[in-house]
Every structure is written in structure tokens, then in C-alpha cells.
């Protein structure tokens, strides 16, 4: 069972900055791929950036060259890095990883708001 602690949202005004945090309760080398999905009320979950274990990212075009996604593996901790944030990133933020043959698992999810 892959446990995925997150951290680090809360609320914030248009154009600051928040770094969410997620720590597997494994090692993180034991993932293919990690990643950070949203949901905002009354939409669908969406893909905001994904890490694979080679270090190739992909990004969700309504966040590039705002958002950037990184690991530390001497930490065992995924980030995500959102600066210029727009009331339309308000959410809630899911740290997701997938592992050959065990799938995917989902973190509980840390709210992100972004208001004046």
C-alpha cells in the first residue's frame, strides 16, 4: 500500500507563488512515473505536470512557464513549484504515482485558492 503525504497549499493572492510537497511512504525510486493532477468544483480532474523517472516532464499548456515540477530523491519528495497564480488555479491539488504491475495510487489532496 503506497501511502502519498501532500503539503504546502493554502490560500493566496493573484501572481504569488506556493510549493506543494508530496512524500511517498516508499522510496520514490520505486516509481515510473509521479505526477500532480487538480479538480475544481464542477470539473473534471486534470493533469497539471508529470515527472517520469528519467527526469522527462510534461505540463499542462494552461500552466507552462508558470509551474515547474521536480523530485528530490535524497529527500524522497516530489514538488510542485506554482508562481504567477491566477484565481483559475484554484483547486484541489492530487499528488498521483504509478508503479509497473501495482498501478497508480492518489494522495488525499491539498487545497490550493487563489483570491484577493
Known amino acids: 500500500q503506497v501511502y502519498l503525504v501532500e503539503s504546502g497549499g493554502g490560500l493566496v493572492q493573484p501572481g504569488g507563488s506556493l510549493r506543494l510537497s508530496c512524500r511517498p511512504n516508499?522510496?520514490?525510486?520505486?516509481?515510473?512515473?509521479m505526477g500532480w493532477y487538480r479538480q475544481a468544483p464542477g470539473k473534471e480532474r486534470e493533469l497539471v505536470a508529470n515527472i517520469a523517472n528519467t527526469g522527462t516532464t510534461a505540463y499542462a499548456d494552461s500552466v507552462k512557464g508558470r509551474f515547474t515540477i521536480s523530485r528530490d530523491n535524497a529527500k524522497n519528495t516530489l514538488y510542485l513549484q506554482m508562481n504567477s497564480l491566477k484565481p483559475e488555479d484554484t483547486a484541489v491539488y492530487y499528488c498521483?504515482?504509478?508503479?509497473?504491475?501495482?498501478?497508480?495510487?492518489w494522495g488525499l489532496g491539498t487545497q490550493v485558492t487563489v483570491s484577493s
Open positions: 516508499i522510496n520514490i525510486f520505486s516509481f515510473n512515473l
Open positions: 498521483n504515482v504509478e508503479r509497473p504491475i501495482y498501478g497508480r495510487s
